[in-house]
């Protein structure tokens, strides 16, 4: 019996015709629903995107200028607050130096354990004037041990060094902050100084923070910068260290001077323990308990100092699954801080209108919700379809000119990265879908990752000890591990975008639109950062 083809079965003109006729029927549906539908919709998010892309440009200028009057004005720390530094008395001995805790929380640290503790240990301070806890709930047995060796080899050279550990992860670094201070000789201390596992601060750290704790009883926190020691490791880094690097010379230092408020960082700061009592003690709520602490004790009239001067050297992530975890937590935690703490800020009676208005709009609303959407609606989907749809146009005013002076303005923090400026705009854009969807998350208690806390992995030495172990075989990748499907998709559709604006449009916007999507693509195969092989 002869076979059949499949074009004796549906001949090549059936097949033709079948096909013309879906694409008829869609160009028709599309006809249909584009006047009536398509194009206000995306009328009014224009509007919407252009009103949100103002208030961060404002937001934006307002700091600039801010910065530019501190820088004129002088207006250092050191004159802005009593500081004196800390001499010997000999009449009262060491006792004339407060009694300081310091926390070193850790979970399953096996890189970089010995980092922060081996430089919390040579911190320059009376021996008796100092407990340091390691707050280790790691789960890996033998992790465990390594840590609570370390801590015995410090305490064998006179160091007053306490291993502490839990039963369970209640809290998580919260609960674990909140548990240590629970501990007698805790509650003997003044002031509390908190380092991840990965910070390594200098000798004369505690010299130059505790001053401005002591002289200036309203202060309740000081927070140091965070400098790098892996910036150079790969692009990732370098991108991490851009945003990082405006952060904190920009938005802690304007916060700081102008309304004595700001978001804890987390470490590398120092914490006068009644104002954390009075504020209520450490919550975990959500998973910015940094932030959760500071907008607390903030409502309770404390101040807040921002030392950039005081530097503390740490370990970004290099690896694009670790970095992702991490901005999950950072973009969905403060939007559900804020859906959270809302009418708590409004009503409250004991900080200025001012105030209020400063952290509800530029904290949270510019920097933690509308910075994040706006990137990622407006440049990659509202912008993409105005190229379908050339009855909506968008002003080159908002498509060009203000993202371009934004980010301008971002090259401040860090001069020396100014040529990565057009990498650095295009992987924004890409991590803005991820951070969008973490501030929805948030927003909207949608999901079990609201409240999800995954430790940052910090790799330490570990690949270059990788690199001069010869391993036996060629270690194997699992591609589909890497795969991230909504870049791809959104990298899809950007492309498509942009191929039709080369065929039919009149904007140049495919330029922006290829480059963008081959962005997404890069992400979207997990081709980013530093790949660490299981072999």
């Not at 990498?423 to 991820?434: A, D, K, P, Q, R």
């Not at 870049?487 to 975008?497: D, N, T, V």
Request: overall charge positive.
């Amino acid at each position: 019996m002869d076979r059949f083809s499949a074009t004796t079965l549906l001949p090549d003109g059936l097949i033709q015709g079948t096909a013309d006729d879906i694409s008829m029927q869609m160009v028709l549906i599309w006809g249909q629903i584009k006047k009536p539908l398509i194009v206000p919709l995306l009328r009014i998010a224009v509007v919407v995107c252009l009103i949100m892309s103002l208030m961060l440009f404002m937001e934006r200028v307002y700091m600039g200028i801010v910065i530019m009057f501190m820088k004129l004005l002088g207006r250092k720390p050191e004159v802005r607050y009593k500081w004196e530094p800390l001499k010997d008395d000999t009449e009262l001995g060491h006792s004339a130096y407060p009694m300081i805790l310091v926390q070193i929380p850790m979970y399953n640290e096996r890189e970089v354990y010995k980092l922060s503790i081996g430089a919390v240990c040579d911190l320059s301070w009376p021996a008796d004037r100092i407990f340091i806890q390691v707050l280790d709930d790691s789960t890996d047995y033998t992790i465990k041990q390594m840590v609570e060796l370390e801590v015995q080899r410090w305490a064998n050279k006179g160091i007053n060094i306490r291993y502490e550990i839990r039963g369970n992860r209640t809290g998580y670094k919260a609960g674990a902050l909140k548990e240590g201070l629970k501990h007698e000789y805790a509650k003997r201390c003044d002031y509390v100084v908190i380092f991840d596992a990965d910070f390594q601060p200098e000798s004369d750290f505690l010299r130059r923070t505790i001053p401005f704790l002591m002289y200036n009883p309203e202060l309740a926190l000081v927070q140091a910068r965070w400098i790098f020691v892996n910036a150079d490791e790969c692009l990732l880094t370098r991108m991490q260290e851009m945003s990082l690097d405006y952060h904190f010379t920009v938005e802690q230092e304007v916060g700081s001077s102008s309304h004595a408020f700001f978001g804890f960082n987390g470490t590398a700061g120092v914490w006068r323990i009644a104002s954390i009592n009075e504020a209520g003690g450490w919550k975990d709520r959500t998973t910015v308990e940094d932030m959760d602490l500071s907008i607390r004790a903030s409502l309770k009239g404390w101040k807040f100092l921002y030392l950039g001067t005081a530097q503390v050297k740490n370990e970004l992530p290099s690896t694009l699954n670790a970095f992702r975890h991490q901005q999950h937590r950072w973009s969905c935690g403060p939007a559900n801080l804020f859906r959270k703490m809302f009418k708590e800020i409004i009503t409250n009676k004991k900080v200025a209108i001012w105030k209020k208005i400063y952290v509800i709009y530029n904290f949270f609303v510019v920097r933690k919700i509308v910075g994040h959407i706006v990137t990622f609606i407006f440049y990659c989907v509202v912008l993409p379809l105005s190229v379908l749809v050339p009855e909506v146009e968008v002003p080159k005013w908002g498509a060009v000119y203000v993202p371009c002076i934004i980010t301008i303005l971002n090259a401040v923090g860090t001069p020396r990265s100014v040529h990565l400026l057009f990498y650095w705009i295009l992987f924004e854009n890409v991590m803005s879908l991820h951070r969008t969807k973490a501030t929805f998350i948030g927003l909207f208690e949608a999901g079990r990752s609201v409240n999800e806390w995954i430790v940052t992995e910090k790799l330490g030495d570990a690949l270059k000890a990788k690199a001069t172990t010869k391993a036996p075989r060629k270690p194997r990748f699992r591609f589909g591990d890497r795969l991230h499907l909504l870049e791809l998709f959104i990298g899809a559709f950007l492309f498509f975008c942009g191929c039709y604006d080369y065929m039919y449009g009149r904007n140049y916007y495919f330029i922006y639109l290829i480059i963008q999507s081959i962005a997404f693509f890069i992400v979207g195969i997990g081709y980013v950062g530093t790949i660490v092989p299981n072999t």
